[in-house]
């Protein structure tokens, strides 16, 4: 049983100060990966670092969903490290999803992006199941409508979707996400007009039809792809989006003015992804022992 938490002690603040501390060591493992899992906790409560247990069968757990089959292992492993570095030092109070949310804003800030605030106190998901995991993702083509509607149903508004989807300024694809785009348009069988030709054509050269080697992979921000910039959005207007869903940002009327301007201004981008990042790291935040607990292993509930 984790000894009762007094989020304001002074215990707690010299932990996360700790946690902090420990990130350099951690700096080599690649940003994009630690933001799209945090990105993919949509709620933040860590629930996606559950391993399924062998045997089980009451279902897997989120981590070993289907969606979630490309989810990388450095980052899991990163915070599992961490996280036992700092349970060493001060046993059960930093819940994991607080480790998860700090490392992400410390990568961000690694990669050149903004610094924002992390609230912080809450505490780990007791749920972890791989069946709720296809309901709270989007999908490559999902169309904008279906993105605010997901959005929407967790607290976040149109520019938060348009600032948020700006963390595709790094990281990478895989084919699968949007070679059809590339050869068979919605069914027309030819490529989505909506990408320029000297992009397409490099795509394509990657991405075969069929066949093609299902590990290659895409960078979403060809123009600079390991720095966290305003660039994607500069791409987008090009029409150099790598999904169908970040094209559908600049196609669309009602986000594409906050398509060009977050494209015009680096600040004005970072301004709204750290508001953004900070409503995503609230949604269904949660405290007390009822809904929560402060796991000691990060893929193993307490
Ligand atoms: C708006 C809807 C979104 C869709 C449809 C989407 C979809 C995807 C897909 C399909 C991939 C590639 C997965 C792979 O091939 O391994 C990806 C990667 C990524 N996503 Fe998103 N995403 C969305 C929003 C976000 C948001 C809000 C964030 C973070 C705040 C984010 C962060 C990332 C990062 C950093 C990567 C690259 C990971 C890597 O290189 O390993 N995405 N996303």
Redesign the pocket.
Known sequence: MPPVRNESSSFHSEALTFISSLLPPFSAL?L??L??L??RLMGCDASVLIASKPGNTSGLAEKDAHDNK?L?VEAFDSIKKAKALVENKCPGVVSCADILAIAARDFVHLAGGPYYQVGKGRWDGRISMASRVSFNL???N?SVDE?LKLFGSKGLNLED?VA??G??T?????CE?FVSRLYDYRGTKKPDPYIEPRFLKALQMSCPPFGGNVDV?AP?DVTTPFSFDHAYYGNLQAKMGL?A?DQALFLDPRTRPIVVELGKDKQRFFQAFSAA?EK?GSIGVKRGRKHGEIRKDCSVHS
């Open positions: 690649p994009p990966k933001l799209k945090i990105y490309n990388p989007p999908r490559a999902s993105l979707l948020l989807s963390a595709h790094i990281g990478f694809a895989h996400h992979v979403f999904l869903t990042m995503m």
